[in-house]
């Protein structure tokens, strides 16, 4: 791949993936539960995917990263109930943020330490 077409699939994956963000975050102003369903959609992970096979080609490596998605959607998943149960506690946006970003953090080295100790390669 020249370095042009290089830099325009760059600049191409960056606009689609940052309108993408732009998109749902502009549509929960207007409509939170449809916002809510298009956001839970692995959209973001799609287009990695998509990103990844137009680029490589290689469905091992692809096949690879799936799995090791699953595995790391995993630990995320108890922030969305934390941070909001966090906020209806009195808790500021950031601070409730920012315990719910430590929370995954932790979680993810748990989910690491789980994975290994199965004997798991990701």
Do not use: C
């Amino acid at each position: 791949m020249t370095r042009t077409m290089n830099t325009a699939l760059l600049i191409t994956k960056g606009i689609v993936s940052g309108g993408l963000i732009v998109a749902i975050s502009e549509l929960a102003k207007r409509n939170n539960s449809t916002a809510s369903i298009v956001h839970s959609l692995p959209l973001v992970s799609l287009l990695a995917l998509i990103w990844l096979f137009a680029e490589t080609r290689d469905t091992a490596l692809i096949g690879k990263h799936m799995t090791g998605t699953f595995f790391f959607v995993l630990p995320t998943l108890p922030m969305f109930l934390f941070v909001p149960w966090l906020l209806r506690r009195g808790f500021t946006f950031w601070p409730a943020l920012g315990a719910g970003i430590v929370l995954t953090v932790a979680l993810y080295f748990l989910t690491l330490g789980l994975i290994r100790a199965a004997g798991i390669q990701l």
